[in-house]
């Protein structure tokens, strides 16, 4: 049974950092392309982070990019989302994904999901 569970959220003032992970059982995460999501309440779920291939591709959406690091430690089958400066726009529920589409910047090509962790930046 596959399962990816998330952790590391919480409450953070804006600026801070946190670091969500994701661990997996069940797969490999070496073996997948691994998505970060986020949605935050009335609007739509969107894009945030992935790391693709068995080399571990990096790839940020604009709002990540420059400030959110993602990475996989294939040894503890865990991937990570390294968030700093964050804004009160970051806060939603983030959701990790595992899939092995080749379209991999689409959650539709993710089979497997996460129950996700509340991020919420304020002051």
């Known amino acids: 049974q596959v399962q990816l569970v998330e952790s590391g959220g919480g409450l953070v003032q804006p600026g801070g950092s946190l670091r969500l992970s994701c661990a997996a059982s069940?797969?490999?995460?070496?073996?997948?392309?691994v998505g970060w999501f986020r949605q935050a309440p009335g609007k739509a779920r969107e894009e945030v982070s992935f790391?693709?291939?068995?080399?571990?591709?990096?790839y940020y959406m604009e709002s990540a990019r420059g400030r959110f690091t993602i990475s996989r430690d294939n040894t503890k089958n865990t991937a990570y989302l390294q968030m700093n400066s964050l804004k009160p726009e970051d806060t939603a529920v983030y959701y990790c994904?595992?899939?092995?589409?080749?379209?991999?910047?689409?959650?539709?090509?993710?089979?497997?999901w996460g129950q996700g962790t509340q991020v919420t930046v304020s002051s």
């Open positions: 069940g797969l490999f995460l070496d073996n997948y392309n």
């Open positions: 790391i693709v291939g068995s080399e571990g591709r990096p």
């Open positions: 994904a595992a899939g092995s589409g080749y379209q991999w910047y689409r959650a539709d090509e993710y089979d497997y």
